[in-house]
């Protein structure tokens, strides 16, 4: 099932610009991930912020979480040409029994262009 | 860094055919997955397994099956290729051992079923 719901599904900018990102989700969750993929090729982990977590930076990334609203937001900022790839969300709840194995529920992503 | 390694970066083959996907990960890490990529649906987890010899079902394990042997390896089966089974399928691998950890992907398989 996919929990995660991406938010614009594409995203076409100037580099420079800012771009952000949304992601919803319906169940609670004990973490939050963000990942990226370039054209082709494999997911590449960006950031991760826990259930607790409201925010969270990494060089030009800042994702922020709203457990009350059930949604993050990724944002990117002073985009450059080589962002241009597919972001995902992906949600990591704890099973019954409190495991959770590192199963993650991916969005379906969003293509984000960065025109030079 | 850890490394996941799939042994074909594209794949044709032939319905019906029995078609193996290898997944190999150098970090010792307990858990591995197999996921399915398509447009417009994200990735979708396959089969999981989080010991040798353990696997669990993922959301959409029908036509599939998979086979951990050695800690190391995570392999995916299509029993009888059929051609809606045309897709990128990725793997990954997870260390459960220390909090929350995010999942190392391979780089992934481009499957062409004819």
């Known amino acids: 099932s996919q929990q995660g719901e991406e938010d614009p599904q594409a995203l076409s900018i100037q580099e420079g610009e800012n771009a952000t990102m949304n992601c919803s989700y319906k169940t609670s969750i004990n973490n939050l991930q963000w990942y990226r993929q370039n054209s082709g090729r494999g997911l590449v982990h960006l950031i991760l912020?826990?259930?607790?977590?409201r925010e969270k930076h990494s060089g030009r990334l800042r994702v922020t979480l709203d457990t009350s609203k059930k949604s993050s937001s990724l944002l990117i900022t002073a985009s450059r040409a080589a962002d241009t790839a597919s972001y995902f969300c992906a949600t990591g709840s704890l099973l019954a029994g409190g495991t959770s194995y590192g199963k993650l529920t991916f969005g379906q992503g969003t293509i984000l262009t960065v025109h030079p | 860094d850890v490394k996941v390694t799939q042994s074909s970066r594209y794949l044709v083959k032939r319905t019906g055919e029995k078609v193996f996907l290898e997944c190999v990960q150098d970090?010792?890490?307990?858990?591995m997955f197999w996921y399915r990529q398509d447009p417009g649906l994200g990735l979708r987890l396959i089969y999981f397994?989080?010991?040798?010899?353990?696997?669990e079902k993922g959301d959409i394990p029908e036509g599939y099956s998979v086979s951990r042997e050695k800690k190391e390896r995570f392999s995916l089966i299509l029993e009888s290729a059929s051609t809606n089974q045309t897709s990128m399928y990725l793997c990954?691998?997870?260390?459960?051992?220390?909090?929350?950890?995010?999942?190392?992907f391979g780089d992934g398989t481009r499957l062409s079923i004819l």
């Open positions: 912020i826990r259930s607790n977590e």
């Open positions: 397994s989080y010991d040798v010899k353990m696997k």
């Open positions: 990954a691998s997870y260390y459960p051992g220390v909090g929350n950890q995010p999942q190392h």
């Open positions: 970090m010792d890490h307990e858990n």
